[in-house]
């Protein structure tokens, strides 16, 4: 497509740099940022109103969850959540539904420059079905691989690009703190049900994900105050440009 000048003064061939430029400033580039961390430890809490505060400044926003977030993808979860099942089986449909997911919602969001925020992608993987599990790390790396490498819709990404959070919030807190919140909180599901020990294991599972991609991730202490939290929240999304600061705002 020419860019707007080009087209005015009926240049051909237009100009690759200002055609560039009429791209870029056309869509804004998307985003996609994952919350992560263990049940309870308060990504909920907070979530919709970083999804606000990016509307707030004019951006369009893909509020989205996993296991879930198409219709294929929920059923998955509801199977995940409810039914019992072995590692693998549990690991292979995180992935299914991460997939449908990937491919009918956050891609196409993604194309038209949109923030996609989802409570939860395939470091919850690791994390549970890995670390809490006992299923492999490795046999996990190729799946991601495999469910995550070839939906970019936009031109530019080689073939093998995979595709992974720009940005990982991880709402890090001790298993015993997030077991007493849940406590009262809600009916737990097959996951929450589990014994602290898990949620141990589950909680190192982040942690080692976060060594491995310390660019991506950006640690949030979950164990300080509701208001404490958000502003580690919104000073992660200012420091990389993605929000102007926020002045007064609240979650
Ligand atoms: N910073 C906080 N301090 C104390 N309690 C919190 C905090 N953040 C959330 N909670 C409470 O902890 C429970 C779990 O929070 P939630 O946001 O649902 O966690 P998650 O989505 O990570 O499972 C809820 O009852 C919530 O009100
Ligand atoms: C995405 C994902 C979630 N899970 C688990 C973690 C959670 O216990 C559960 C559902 O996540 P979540 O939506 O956080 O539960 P809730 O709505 O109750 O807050 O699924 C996995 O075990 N593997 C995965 O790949």
């Known amino acids: 497509m020419a860019c707007a000048l080009c087209r005015i003064k009926q240049l051909v061939p237009p100009c690759a740099a200002l055609e560039e430029i009429s791209v870029s400033t056309a869509l804004p580039k998307g985003l996609f940022i994952s919350f992560e961390g263990i ?26 969850r996993e296991p879930g977030g198409t219709p294929l993808a929920e059923k998955l979860r509801a199977l995940m959540l409810h039914d019992a099942m072995d590692p693998l089986t549990e690991a292979l449909i995180a992935f299914a539904a991460r997939r449908d997911h990937l491919v009918q919602v956050i891609e196409p969001a993604l194309a038209r420059g949109e923030v996609v925020i989802s409570d939860r992608f395939t470091d919850a993987t690791f994390a549970y079905q890995g670390a809490g599990r006992g299923f492999s790390w490795e046999q996990l790396s190729v799946l991601e691989r495999m469910a995550q490498t070839g939906t970019a819709l936009q031109a530019g990404p080689a073939p093998d690009f995979m595709r992974e959070p720009d940005m990982t919030l991880w709402f890090d807190l001790p298993a015993e703190v997030a077991a007493e919140r849940l406590a009262t909180a809600r009916v737990p599901d097959r996951f929450e049900a589990q014994p602290g020990e898990f949620f141990a294991r589950v909680a190192q599972g982040y942690a080692e994900r976060a060594r491995t991609a310390p660019q991506r991730f950006v640690r949030i202490d979950a164990h300080a105050s509701r208001h404490a939290v958000w502003q580690q929240i919104t000073q992660a999304v200012v420091r990389k440009g993605w929000l102007a600061i926020m002045v007064g705002s609240k979650p």
């Open 39 to 64: 049940d309870g430890a308060g990504k909920s809490s907070h979530i919709e109103a970083l999804a606000q505060a990016f509307r707030d400044q004019g951006r369009v926003v893909t509020l989205t």
